[in-house]
């Protein structure tokens, strides 16, 4: 038996759509930039950028969402998530969907957009932004046997009843194969981690109360209330 100096942390796990087995969450990377946000913007020639979020960053997509701390500017960006089932290095990009996608989600790439926009004035790394706690809600994740590997349908996000965020997942610039592939030439990828990828126009900010619904057609539907604002630490 293993001596540890203190209980080692527990696996995030997501839930399994229609089943009690439960997915347990790696790491998660992010896509940045990957639909077109003004109708005549140019194709890109480069892959997107990517960070990546702790997996103590996931939580289920419902319920009360807290207000993080440090930023007065938190934002959503809906995005369709990949699971992987089976990871790998230099991944062929026609291999991914049969070999290494285990499933599909509707998650929140929650942002603290003032610690971004800081950080890309700065040239500072984005963690501060992209990697705090709560900040990638994430719909149970529905097995690839189930719901196949959608080319279109819907992704959408309302506040309050207004709609804010709504495209086709036929308009991902680079489809969810080239984005594993591209990920696994830079890291080795692992079942369990988690590919969110990236956000269609429309993202903006939430208020303490705020209601959030959202969803990727055939794949999942979410609906959070936004918590209350921490009161500030003292000395500010
Ligand atoms: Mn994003």
Not at 27 to 46: L, S
Not at 112 to 134: I, T
Not at 182 to 210: C, I, N
Request: net charge neutral.
């Amino acid at each position: 038996m293993v001596d540890f100096t203190f209980p080692p942390p527990t696996t995030v796990t997501l839930r399994v759509a229609g089943s009690s087995a439960r997915f347990p969450v790696g790491r998660v990377f992010c896509i940045g930039r990957n639909y077109r946000w003004a109708p005549d913007e140019a194709a890109p020639t480069q892959m997107p950028a990517w960070f990546m979020k702790p997996a103590s960053a996931v939580v289920p997509a419902r319920g009360m969402l807290p207000y993080p701390p440090a930023t007065r500017d938190l934002c959503h960006e809906v995005e369709l998530v990949v699971a992987i089932g089976r990871g790998g290095r230099d991944i062929d990009p026609g291999q991914v969907e049969a070999r290494h996608v285990w499933g599909y989600a509707a998650g929140l790439d929650m942002t603290r957009r003032d610690l971004q926009q800081q950080a890309k004035r700065d040239g500072g790394p984005w963690e501060p932004a992209k990697a705090f706690d709560h900040g990638a809600p994430c719909t149970p994740i529905v097995p690839a046997s189930v719901c196949g590997h959608p080319r279109q349908g819907a992704i959408w996000l309302s506040v309050n009843g207004v709609e804010r965020q709504r495209a086709d997942l036929s308009g991902l610039l680079w489809p969810v194969a080239d984005l594993v592939a591209m990920l696994s030439r830079s890291v080795t990828l692992e079942p369990g981690d988690l590919v969110y990828t990236g956000t269609p126009a429309g993202v903006g900010p939430l208020q303490p109360g705020d209601r959030v619904s959202a969803g990727v057609a055939g794949i999942g539907e979410l609906a959070l209330v936004v918590g209350d604002a921490p009161v500030p630490a003292s000395g500010h």
